[in-house]
Structure formats: C-alpha cells, structure tokens
C-alpha cells in the first residue's frame, strides 16, 4: 500500500491540475465572452463610419494595443464617395487604395490571419503609425474568396502576436468584420441612392446639405474660404412650353455635363431644385469662384443644345455667387449654410434682373 505521504502528494498534483484547469476554463470563457463582445459590437454597427471606428478603435481597447488599422481595396472610389457623404471626416487608421500590390508581402497570400513580427520595410505602408509597434496580426477580410483587405492588430509587445499563437478566434474575427462591411457598404449605397438626383445624375438638395456643414466646418477649421455658386437657366419655362418637358430634361441633363466638365474634383455640385444648381467651391475666393463661373457660363452659351426629337436651342445662365469666410463665433453650421445660399440666391437675383447670362458676385 502506498505510504500516507505519497497519497497526500498525489492528492496535492491532483489539486493543483484542477485549479489550473478550472483557470484555464474561467481564461477561455472569459476570451469567448470577450471575442463575442467584440463581433456583437461590428453586427450591431448602424453605419459604415461607426462600423469602421469599431474595427479600429473599438478593436484596439478591446485587445488593449498600441494601435489597430484597417485597409481595404477601392478600386472605383466607392466606399471614398459613401464616406464623403457624411460629415465625419475620414480616420487616418482607414487605409483605402486602389490596390494591395505592393502593400506588404503578406497581401500575396494571405487566407489566414498572419501573426509575427512588425518590419517597417513590410507593414509601415498598412498602419497609421509605426512608433512603438513590434508584433503584428493581420487579419483577411475577403469578400466573395476575394481578398479585400485586412485589419491589422498591432502590439508593443514583441510576444503579443508570433507565429506559435493559435489564430482561430481572430479568423473568425475576419470573417464576421467581412460580412460587416459588405453589408454596411450595401446600406450606404442605398443611403446614397436618397442624395442622388435621377434625372441628371447629379447629388441633389438633400446631399448638398450634409456636405455644406462639412465644408464649413472644415472652412473654420482651416481658416479657409468657401464660395457658394447658384446657378439658374435663363427662360427656362419656354423651353418646356416650346418643345415639352422631355425636351426640357435633355437640356437640363445635358447642362450638368457641360457643368461637370469645367468643376473641379474637389467642389460639391449638386441640382437644388427645378432648373436651379448649386456649385460649393471649398478653400476658393470669390474672385476665383468668378473665373469658373464665367468658364461655366462660356461653355453653356458656346452651343447650342440637342432635343430628343430634332433640332436645338440655345441656353445661356445666370449665376450668383456669395463667399463665407470664417469668424470666431460661427457655430452654427446649419444656420451658416442658409444664410450662405440664401445670399448667393440674392446674388442669382440680381444676375437676371441685370438682362440674365451673366454672373454677379455679392456685394462686399
């Protein structure tokens, strides 16, 4: 019979083994708990800008890193037109190119997440900053077993993310945050079928409010200047008691064309309503906001337009412009942009009370 002693010591090891793992049971359930935390959190994202600050800064308090960014492949600027159409500016930790060539040597094939460590040669181009970083996890976003892209976990912990780390937990991660975004992405497209005007193309009122608070806030921000630019078609009501209202709409179509080709990529153009247009032009002066008025105005007069059943008319336009510059107490964005419309209206105004095809510029 085995001795008291060796019974005891037994007894001991027994004990010991149970504790550890009933703390490896209590680790893993409060891991699941946490991982399960963190997908509710993406699912139950409302939006593609809140989904997209749960992958970065939500991700990066859950896991307590040193920071977390997310790349993604835009090749058609899609998901940059549907963030641009809220008023949240872009987070640095969003990487969007047009392609993951060349990004990092891992993008080759990466269908599971890669965890070792960070080299600035490799991953400087994928993270917001490299300062302080040491290992590294990126984690596959595919769409359709396409790779997308990646969010990338980064660790001043050298030990944080190796290679001998199991992984399981973060691919799902992946997948979930991949489902997320196509939804998201889808939702924003129909969000942005609302800002868009069907007969031209064209953003409309409703898109041309959300951005104006952004250009001002922005116009504060930078201590820049804004111009507003209202743009209307001269007797426009007789084209559509001439020729009809189909030929009304062609030469309003075709009036956004010549319009688009003379603004930059970086104005807000969006139809107002009726024949009416509006042109924001960020970070301009209004004796510049001039120039591009009357290159508008040159190039609708310059010929004439095309109907649907033959023959053409000629189409001049009137335009007002009003300037924002920034003061100290302008806070209230919505109310700015009014007043801003409202005073490039009076300027349109004058324009056609001057004999129309002409551009005025507010009173200084």
């Not at 090891?13 to 049971?25: D, H, I, K, M, N």
């Not at 997948?175 to 975004?181: G, L, R």
């Amino acid at each position: 019979m085995q001795s008291a002693e060796k019974l005891e010591a037994k007894f001991k090891a027994a004990e010991r083994q149970l504790e550890a793992l009933t703390e490896q049971v209590r680790q893993n359930d409060e891991k699941f708990r946490s991982s399960q935390s963190r997908e509710l959190r993406l699912l139950q994202a409302p939006d593609l800008d809140k989904l997209l600050h749960e992958m970065t800064e939500g991700l990066r308090d859950s896991f307590d890193l040193r920071s977390v960014s997310v790349v993604l492949r835009d090749p058609g600027h899609d998901i940059r037109h549907l963030l641009l159409a809220t008023d949240v500016d872009r987070d640095p930790k969003l990487v969007l190119v047009d392609t993951l060539t060349g990004l990092a040597p891992q993008y080759i094939a990466l269908r599971r997440p890669w965890l070792g460590p960070f080299a600035a040669c490799d991953h400087s181009m994928i993270v917001a900053s490299t300062a302080g970083v040491a290992s590294i996890a990126m984690i596959p976003l595919r769409c359709r077993d396409e790779l997308i892209g990646s969010i990338n976990l980064c660790s001043a912990d050298v030990n944080r993310f190796t290679a001998q780390h199991a992984s399981d937990f973060l691919a799902r991660l992946g997948v979930i945050a991949s489902f997320c975004i196509e939804n998201a992405v889808n939702r924003a497209r129909l969000r942005r079928s609302g800002f868009t005007d069907v007969l031209t193309g064209w953003h409309n009122r409703r898109y041309l409010q959300a951005r104006m608070k952004e250009e001002l806030a922005r116009a504060c921000r930078d201590g820049s200047q804004l111009v507003c630019m209202m743009l209307d078609v001269d007797h426009f009501k007789r084209v559509n008691d001439t020729w009809g209202h189909s030929a009304g709409d062609s030469v309003l179509r075709e009036l956004a064309q010549r319009i688009d080709a003379e603004v930059r990529a970086s104005d807000v153009a969006a139809r107002f309503g009726g024949e009416e247009f509006v042109i924001l032009l960020p970070d301009t002066r209004s004796a510049d906001g001039q120039h591009l008025a009357e290159r508008i105005r040159n190039a609708v007069a310059a010929a004439p337009f095309g109907l649907p059943e033959g023959g053409d008319v000629n189409v001049t336009v009137s335009i007002g412009i009003a300037e924002f510059r920034p003061g100290a107490g302008d806070t209230d964005l919505k109310s700015l942009g009014d007043a801003l419309i409202a005073r490039a209206d009076v300027a349109l105004y004058g324009a056609k009370a001057a004999g129309r095809d002409r551009v005025v510029v507010e009173a200084a």
